[in-house]
Every structure is written in C-alpha cells, then in structure tokens.
T-cell receptor, first 110, second 116 residues
Framework: GQNIDQPTEMTATEGAIVQINCTYQ??????LFWYQQHAGEAPTFLSY????GLEEKGRFSSFLSRSKGYSYLLLKELQMKDSASYLC???????????FGAGTTVTVRA | DAGVIQSPRHEVTEMGQEVTLRCKPI?????LFWYRQTMMRGLELLIY????????DSGMPEDRFSAKMPNASFSTLKIQPSEPRDSAVYFC??????????????FGEGSRLTVL
C-alpha cells in the first residue's frame, strides 16, 4: 500500500529558504518524485530521486533517505512565482505507478 | 512540440448526464494516465494504459466510469451517469518508457468537471 505525508501549508518570505518534508510508506518503493502545481494549472516535474542523497537543480534541491522513508524538497532564494502547491509522489518498482501526497501549499510573501 | 492536450477544459452538466473527456498524449509516448484531483482526496490515479492497452484500472471508482484508448494518439474517459460527487479536475498525463523507470509524467491542462 501507499501512505504519503507532507505538511499542508508553509509560508516564507521572498529570498528565504523553505524545506518541505515528505514521509512515505510504500511497498516495493522505487523512487521519489516532486512536482510543482500552480493554482489552476497542471502539475509539472521538478525532481526525481532513486538513490540516497541530495540532487541539486538550480534553486531547487531534493533529498532522499530510503532507509528512513523520507524526502525533502529545498527551495532557496524564494521568489513570488514559487508560490504553488508542491506534490511528493512515491513510485513503485513493480509497475512504476506514482502515488501522490496531498500537496504542500507554499505561500511566498514580500 | 505540443504537450498533452485535453478537452473540454471546463464542463458543467446536470446529474445523470453522460460526460466524455478527451486526451491526446504527446506523440511517441507509450504510457497514458488518467488522474482525478479534488481538494479532499488530492491527485488520484484512475487508470493507465501502455501501448493502448489498459494495464491497471483499480483506481476507477465505479462502473459508471470507463476509459478507452483506441489508438496511440487518443483516449477518452467517460462517466455515465454523472453524479455531483464526480465534480473534480481530471488530468491526463503521458510518459515515455525510453526514459526508463524514471519516466517523468507530462500532464495536460486538465478538464474541470462540475456536476450539478
């Protein structure tokens, strides 16, 4: 089965750093995705982790610990346009299906 | 390149009516997914296809829901009869296995369904 938890909301100031945590309990876990979804729009891919450790991509980084069933998405130098929902998704190894968390709404304030 | 194309973008219908949502995946992608998103339940996988064949429809809520993929460039999700609790945003997404198990999902803009 799948159980994915992430905080509902986070607020931060422009230029600051925010870390969004995600814990998962997934049978046959393969990898962890992060997607960004602006209000009224489709989710778009941000990152994918299959090995333990940190993956850095510009202002965004994602970390995975397979033994702890834990991931986080780090957003640095926050900009107003980063206000969005961030979805954590666990992928299964047998069929590669993604199961999404409920999403964390990040609000960036000036 | 065109992304995943969905239609209609918005649909308002009355309870009991048939609803058909359409999706054109990205050319060359061999996986197609239908998701439903609501405030209460988040993003839920309804069904997915590989090379036009339904692989897993365990997420389809009831027999009122059906999905087809007659060819590599077209899929439909049908609800008959529709009910108010079906109101949601329905997303279609496609991916390419050539990228291996890291296959990124490309989502369409979604179809926002309101059943009165």
């Amino acid at each position: 089965g799948q159980n994915i938890d992430q905080p509902t909301e986070m607020t931060a100031t422009e230029g600051a750093i925010v870390q969004i945590n995600c814990t998962y309990q997934t049978s046959g876990f393969n990898g962890l995705f992060w997607y960004q979804q602006h209000a009224g729009e489709a989710p778009t891919f941000l990152s994918y982790n299959v090995l333990d450790g940190l993956e850095e991509k510009g202002r965004f980084s994602s970390f995975l610990s397979r033994s702890k069933g834990y991931s986080y998405l780090l957003l640095k130098e926050l900009q107003m346009k980063d206000s969005a929902s961030y979805l954590c998704a666990a992928q299964r190894i047998d069929d590669y299906k993604l199961s999404f968390g409920a999403g964390t709404t990040v609000t960036v304030r000036a | 390149d065109a992304g995943v194309i969905q239609s209609p973008r918005h649909e308002v219908t009355e309870m009991g009516q048939e609803v058909t949502l359409r999706c054109k995946p990205i050319s060359g992608h061999d996986y197609l997914f239908w998701y439903r998103q609501t405030m209460m339940r988040g993003l839920e996988l309804l069904i997915y296809f590989n090379n036009n064949v339904p692989i897993d429809d365990s997420g389809m809520p009831e027999d009122r829901f059906s999905a087809k993929m007659p060819n590599a460039s077209f899929s439909t999700l049908k609800i008959q009869p529709s009910e108010p609790r079906d109101s949601a945003v329905y997303f279609c997404a496609s991916s390419l296995t050539g990228t291996g198990p890291t296959g990124e999902l490309f989502f369409g803009e979604g179809s926002r369904l309101t059943v009165l």
